[in-house]
């Protein structure tokens, strides 16, 4: 089998709550999303989609996504897309860095390997655990007020886990954290993510401020350094994630004790191939983990949820559900919400068919 020809879509994903809003004053009201497709020689095709958080979260955006893969297309035509680790050789050769570009050609070879062998991806990646997999919901940056209210609204949807977004004023935060805590209830998980917003004192302030409650800091400032010098000063468990851009440094951090639990994007690896390898270090080395991705749609949330529930129950922290936050559905048979959980489809690869008339026309075509 041999690829034959790489195709890219662009989709607007408006939100349904309109504004996404975290630390430093950014936002997003209208996701820009890239579907790819990967078509080969025997008639199958697969899909991967690849959705920067706006181009000042991390180092990567949309338009990026799609100049890539016009660099990048033409070296994986002819390739076989079932042999993944031999493919993301041929990419990392021909596009020094820029990992996001890679991970939606590489999801889109895990779907055809998929349908080629018969089987759902988690199976692929390890093997499905339980019957489904823990949903967090991330809170967008309001009042105190707004955002405990919200998490009221989502714990009647189901949700248990809730990811507030900090990092601002220190003692605005504080307020957010306390105010939410009150609506809490038993078995909740609550996570403050700062988004690297906090300089090092704020966030010791901050973590001191809140020390009786039962709360996770995550990424409170830019560097890894900052990071692991307000760890070994405060009691919280703590979380990475802007800082664990790929395996080397998840190495470092793993061998330094530097978190507790450790966020994986699918994109900002490169794809499933490398966050399998991500993930499964985690697991050797008993890391938690939260698997997801920067956003998306149908098909990535499809392949946030193969690889969350191809994951030892015991180390999947959460996960999270991206279609359910936006208005524009791209593709059938995508994961689906049911009381704050969500399973990984049975269907061969990852189980969804692009809404092709909601596509439109590629504005990348490389054969």
Known sequence: MKITRVLAYRVELPLHETTYAWSGGKSVQVFDSTIIRVETDDGLAGHGEVCPLGPFYLPAYAEGVRAGLRELAPHVIGADPRQLVKLNRTMDAALKGHPYV??????ACWDILGQATGLPVCELLGGRY???VHLYRAISQQSPEEMADKVAGYRGEGYRRFQLKVGGDPDVDIARIRAVADR???GDRLVADANTGWVQHEAIRVANAVRDI???IEQPCLTYEECVAVRRQIPHPFVLDESIDDIGVLL??????AMDVVNLKISKLGGLTKSRQARDLCVTTGI??????SWGGDIATAAIAHLAHSTPTEFLFTTTDFNSYVTVSTADGAPQRVNGRMAASSEPGLGIH???DVLGKPIVDVH
């Open 214 to 216: 039962d709360v996770y």
């Open 102 to 107: 890679k991970s939606g050609i590489d999801i």
């Open 130 to 132: 339980g019957d489904d």
């Open 288 to 293: 938690a983990m939260t698997l997801e991705d």
């Open 354 to 356: 692009p809404k092709m």
């Open 252 to 257: 470092r951090a793993t061998a330094e004790r």
């Open 184 to 186: 809490l209830s038993p």
